[in-house]
């Protein structure tokens, strides 16, 4: 008998070997497509305006009229790998959080061999996206921009209102304006940064090369913001990387038609693949396969940190470092102080927690009120609460629709119960998941500031408030700063010029984004770069340079005009 080939190469040798195989599969890259000559520039990014769909308004009668023809449609969704939809029967339905009878699609199911088919189809794409000129990759989106802004603006919000129960002005900021920013600034961000070159001279030229990385970005994507989705696959690939692109799967609908608009736009095959599935069975061929060169994600902290020990478990199976990207969950805080005022402080709470059901990683969901003013911050509050109306978002007098599906009901459901037990419901408490997944905005007052509710990400309209003595108001920065794992978004309300200082300095590694005197949601592109550091993510702020860097990895080239001819340095002359 044979003896077994026993291998003396070490772990990392192997890979190298194993890479060469799998690069013989694919065609040598082809020469770069330049063909221009002179310095381009990227028009300068404006943030997009956002509408107002207020009666009358042309937008109001589009959006209307969108809603009421997508909510016929029961659309077909395909696995996309290499331009080629696929369908593979195994069928899972898109409904509406809040109306989860009615079903607006069926999504097939990406198997593991699909995975593998995704990364080759992404390699072979690679080959001649990275040779592309940067600006023909920018145009792309700038032009992706334009079709959302014009053409495709009603159909994206629309499927960001019935599938994932957003209000028409959640949609409009999300999944048309943030977007749109996306699209227009990461080019803007792209171009400073091929922008910075080192210093040379007259006998060398120092040149750095901005490359994509060596293997496919793997981008994870979260059902709460349609922008998200939007950005993770695209600004690898704006870069020159190739990528396989898993959406949530309580947020299919939006993210396939982010698909067929990216096509629209001039994007080739292969670019990105959109890959829908058990994100176990898809993550497991994604994360272990040799040529993963980055994760961009962006959801729970637990399901990122998984990813980042699955990874780390063993390196000798990568080519290169992969880049981990993950911007994850928050515990927002609200901080007033005595001086802070009570009716900007109750606005801030209703629309920092409870604006699209409390599902926003930035949303407020704990409360720290001086004693003095809280009589007054309690009413202005509750009164606006039991003002807000909750149910269908086609309606546009509602607020608030629906959680996005049973599990996220069940799971808040049980925080309120916990309130109802353990500390005080002023407002709200109701649910109701009869027809819709629906949770009513709740206030809970607790006395305990390490009170589970709130230290606990809930991601749904809950938010604990705990009142302390106005005398105490230091201790309660340093209870801010600890009571969480998350460092993600924050505010303080304050008057006094020095509470707002002391907040800031005590706080400062509590939150990425911090807010003074305004809630701690509604980052813009381009305005207040956005992340979160501690268990909230890597804080690479999505939607600036920071983040555009990540994707790129500098070679550095010097050239000299004129090479020695001599080995000898003048020092050897000594007599
Ligand atoms: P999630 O973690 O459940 O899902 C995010 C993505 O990961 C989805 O595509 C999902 O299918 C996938 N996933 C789930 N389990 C997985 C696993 N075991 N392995 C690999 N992939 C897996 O998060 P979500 O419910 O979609 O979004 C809500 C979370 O996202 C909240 O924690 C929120 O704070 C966070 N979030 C953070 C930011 C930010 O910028 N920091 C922005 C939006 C959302």
Request: glycine letters at 8%; hydrophobic letters at 40%.
């Amino acid at each position: 008998m044979a003896a077994p080939i026993v291998s003396d190469r070490s772990a990392p040798e192997r890979a190298a070997a194993e890479s060469l195989q799998s690069f013989e599969a694919t065609s040598p890259p082809s020469a770069p497509l330049a063909g221009f000559s002179g310095t381009r520039r990227v028009p300068p990014p404006v943030n997009e305006p956002v509408k107002s769909y207020a009666p009358g308004s042309p937008e109001k009668a589009a959006l209307k009229a969108r809603l009421a023809s997508m909510a016929k449609e029961r659309v077909d969704i395909p696995i996309i790998i290499g331009g080629k939809e696929i369908r593979t029967g195994d069928l899972a339905q898109v409904v509406m959080p809040h109306d989860h009878a009615h079903v607006l699609g069926d999504w097939h199911k990406a198997t593991t061999p699909h995975v593998q088919q995704a990364i080759v189809a992404s390699k072979a794409a690679g080959v001649e996206w990275a040779n592309w000129a940067w600006e023909d990759r920018a145009a792309v989106f700038l032009r992706a921009a334009e079709l959302l802004t014009t053409t495709w603006r009603q159909t994206i919000n629309a499927s960001t209102m019935l599938g994932q129960s957003k209000t028409a002005f959640q949609a409009e900021i999300d999944s048309a304006c943030e977007l749109i920013d996306f699209w227009r600034f990461n080019p803007f961000y792209a171009q400073q940064l091929y922008d910075e070159q080192p210093i040379s001279n007259n006998v060398m030229w120092n040149q750095l090369d901005y490359r994509p990385l060596e293997g496919f970005v793997y981008a994870v994507t979260p059902f709460n913001f349609t922008s998200i989705a939007g950005n993770l696959p695209t600004a690898p690939a704006l870069m020159g990387n190739t990528v396989v692109w898993k959406p949530a799967g309580t947020a299919i609908l939006s993210a396939y038609y982010l698909m067929k608009l990216l096509e629209e736009a001039g994007l080739p095959p292969g670019v990105i693949n959109f890959v829908p599935g058990d994100p176990v069975a898809i993550s497991n061929v994604a994360l272990a396969h040799r040529d993963l060169a980055g994760v961009h994600f962006t959801g729970s902290t637990g399901v990122f940190n998984k990813m980042w020990e699955t990874i780390g478990a063993d390196m000798s199976r990568y080519a290169s470092y992969p880049r981990i990207v993950g911007e994850t969950g928050g515990k927002d805080f609200i901080v007033a102080h005595s001086s802070a005022d009570p009716k900007a402080l109750a606005v801030a709470i209703a629309r920092g927690g409870f604006e699209y059901q409390g599902q926003k990683c930035s949303a407020a969901s704990r409360v720290y009120v001086p004693r003095s003013i809280w009589k007054e911050v309690r009413e202005r509050t509750v009164a606006i609460i039991e003002e807000l109306k909750v149910g269908d978002i086609t309606d546009f007098r509602n607020f608030m629709g629906a959680v996005i599906d049973k599990k996220a009901f069940t799971k808040i459901s049980e925080y309120v119960e916990h309130a109802k037990k353990n500390a005080k419901v002023i407002a709200g408490g109701t649910v109701d998941g009869k027809d819709g997944y629906f949770v009513h905005p709740t206030l809970v007052e607790t006395t305990d500031p390490g009170y589970r509710l709130l230290c606990e990400e809930i991601f749904g309209p809950v938010v604990t408030v705990h009142v302390y003595d106005d005398a105490k108001w230091t201790e309660t920065l340093a209870i801010v700063d600890r009571t969480s794992p998350y460092a993600l978004t924050g505010a303080v309300f304050a008057n006094d010029r020095g509470a707002v200082r002391e907040a800031m300095m005590a706080l400062r590694n509590a939150a990425g984004n911090f807010y003074v005197n305004d809630k701690p949601t509604g980052a813009v592109v381009g305005q207040q770069p956005f992340g979160g550091a501690r268990g909230s993510g890597t804080n690479d702020k999505a939607g600036s340079k920071l983040n555009l860097v990540r994707w790129v990895s500098a070679r550095s080239i010097k050239e000299t005009f004129s090479p020695p001819t001599d080995y000898r340095y003048p020092f050897m002359d000594e007599k």
